[in-house]
Every structure is written in C-alpha cells, then in structure tokens.
C-alpha cells in the first residue's frame, strides 16, 4: 500500500530555514502529483503547495509563496518542501499528500511532522 513518511521538523528560530522531506512508498512516485499541507494548533488543515508530476509545475499557497519551495526527486520517491524567513505563525504539523492530478483530491497522506518556530 501507499506510505509517505514525513521527516526534518524541528524548532527553528523566527527568520530561520528549515527543509522537510517526504520518501514515498506502494506508488510510481513519478506519475503522482505531490503536496505539502499543514495544521496548525485549532485550525484546520490548509494547502500549502504541490507540484506535477511530468512538467514539475509548481503552486503555493499566498502565505508561502517566495519563502517556500516544493521540489521533487522522483529517482529518490522523495518531496521536499524548503522553508525560509520562517515566522511563528508557521508553526503547524505539515503532512505530504499524493494524489494523481495536481488539484487533488490527495488520497493519500503522511503521519506528519513538527515544525514549530519560535519567536
């Protein structure tokens, strides 16, 4: 079956980088779109990017967008998600998600990791 294993949080200082990943398992990584999620404490889970298989186009959410970039290695079946200028409000648990078109729906997700920024 599908497994995303999410690794690479941690707590990072306010202005600080911080560089996640993902190793994904039971699928032809190459043929699936990936994403980046997150959750942070009585908030919902919201999108953060994704990219497309094949052409690697590339979506962030407005909040990331300039400090946050999705890339993918498909021989490693890895996402990677690399996060700069990082603020508290980036605290959150960021899962990745796979899912056949870059839209989604995304099936299939991570455990999650723990990025918390201090201030």
């Known amino acids: 079956q599908v497994q995303l294993v999410e690794s690479g949080g941690g707590l990072v200082q306010a202005g600080g980088s911080l560089r996640i990943s993902c190793a994904a398992s039971?699928?032809?990584?190459?043929?699936?779109?990936m994403g980046w999620f997150r959750q942070a404490p009585g908030k919902e889970r919201e999108f953060v990017a994704t990219?497309?298989?094949?052409?690697?186009?590339?979506y962030y959410a407005d909040s990331v967008k300039g400090r946050f970039t999705i890339s993918r290695d498909n021989a490693k079946n890895t996402v990677y998600l690399q996060m700069n200028s990082l603020t508290p409000e980036d605290t959150a648990v960021y899962y990745c998600?796979?899912?056949?078109?870059?839209?989604?729906?995304?099936?299939?997700w991570g455990q999650g990791t723990q990025v918390t920024v201090s201030s």
């Open positions: 998600a796979a899912s056949k078109a870059v839209a989604g729906p995304f099936a299939a």
């Open positions: 990219i497309a298989w094949g052409d690697n186009n590339t």
């Open positions: 039971g699928l032809t990584f190459s043929t699936y779109a």
